[in-house]
C-alpha cells in the first residue's frame, strides 16, 4: 500500500498520515519533518533547508527526491508507507514513478485533500507543534489536555515559524503554482481520490479509510 498525500499547506496531510500509518502499520514519511530534524540537528541538509523553508519556498528538487528514494529503499518500506508532503513539484513526481519503476513498483493512491484557501489561514494560524516529538495540534480543532503541553511526550508547543501569516500566504501561492499540476499528473495515472478536508478529523479520516478498502 503505497500511498501519496496532496493538498495545501494545512489542508491536513499530517493529521491523516500519522492516522493512516497507525491504523495499517506502515512507516509516516513526511519530507517536513525530515528537514525539520536536519536543521534541529544543524545538518549541512538542514542548513541549505532553512533558507527556502523560511521565505515559504520549496526546496530544490534535487535536495529532495534522492532522500525520499532512499528512504521508501529501505527495509520496513517492503509493506508500504504513506507519503506527506512529497512529491510537491512534477519533477519530484516523475522521479518517484522512476525509481519505483525500476523496481517493478508503483504509488497506489495519491489521496488529495482538498479545503480552500479561506480555511488554510485558520487552520495554520492556530496549528501548534511539539518541539520535542514533532505532534501537531490545533488551538481550537484538536486542542492539547493541557494548554501548551504535548498529550504525547509532555514536551512544549511552539507556533512554526513559517506558520506566520506571511509566510502562509507565500506557501499557498507555490502551492497552487507548483504542487497543484499533481492532481492533474495523479488524475491521468488513475489513482487519484479527493476528499472533502473541510469534515472533522475523523470525518476525513473515515473517507480516506474507505477509499483504501479497509
Ligand atoms: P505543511 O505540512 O504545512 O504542508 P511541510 O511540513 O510538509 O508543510 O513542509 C514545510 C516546508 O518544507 C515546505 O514549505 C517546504 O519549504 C519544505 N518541503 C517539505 N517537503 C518538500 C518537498 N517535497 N519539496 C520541496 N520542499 C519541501
Ligand atoms: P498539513 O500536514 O497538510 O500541513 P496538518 O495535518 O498539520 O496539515 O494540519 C494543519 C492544522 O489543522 C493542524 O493544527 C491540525 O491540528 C489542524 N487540522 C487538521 N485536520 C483538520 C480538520 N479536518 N479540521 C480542523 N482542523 C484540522
Ligand atoms: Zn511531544
Redesign the pocket.
Known amino acids: 500500500m503505497k500511498i501519496i498525500?496532496l493538498?495545501?499547506?494545512?489542508?491536513?496531510?499530517?493529521?491523516?498520515?500519522?492516522k493512516i500509518a497507525a491504523k495499517f502499520s506502515i512507516p509516516h514519511i513526511?519530507t517536513?519533518d525530515i528537514f525539520r530534524a536536519n536543521i534541529k540537528n544543524g545538518t549541512e541538509l538542514g542548513k541549505k533547508a532553512k533558507t527556502y523553508m523560511d521565505q515559504g519556498l520549496l526546496v530544490p528538487d534535487e535536495l529532495v527526491v534522492d532522500l525520499v528514494v532512499d528512504r521508501v529503499n529501505q527495509e520496513d518500506c517492503r509493506d508500504g508507507y504513506v507519503l506527506?508532503?512529497f512529491p510537491r513539484t512534477i519533477p519530484q513526481a516523475e522521479a518517484l514513478d522512476k525509481a519505483l519503476a525500476e523496481l517493478g513498483q508503483k504509488v497506489d493512491y495519491a489521496i488529495d485533500?482538498d479545503?480552500p484557501d479561506e480555511n488554510i489561514i485558520r487552520?495554520?494560524g492556530?496549528?501548534?507543534?511539539c518541539v520535542t516529538c514533532g505532534a501537531?495540534?490545533?488551538?481550537?480543532?484538536?486542542p492539547t489536555e493541557k494548554d501548551g503541553i504535548c498529550d504525547t511526550c509532555g514536551g512544549g508547543l511552539i507556533l512554526r515559524d513559517d506558520d506566520k501569516p506571511e509566510t502562509v500566504k507565500k506557501r499557498l501561492s507555490v502551492y497552487h503554482e507548483q504542487t497543484q499540476p499533481l492532481i492533474d499528473y495523479y488524475t491521468n495515472a488513475g489513482i487519484l481520490k479527493t476528499v472533502d478536508?473541510?469534515?472533522?478529523?475523523e470525518?476525513?479520516f473515515r473517507a480516506i479509510v474507505e477509499i483504501l478498502g479497509a
Open positions: 498525500m493538498g495545501a499547506p494545512g489542508a491536513g496531510k499530517g493529521t491523516q498520515a500519522k513526511s517536513g506527506d508532503g485533500v479545503v487552520r495554520m492556530g496549528r501548534r507543534a501537531t495540534y490545533h488551538l481550537e480543532y484538536a478536508g473541510t469534515a472533522d478529523i470525518d476525513v
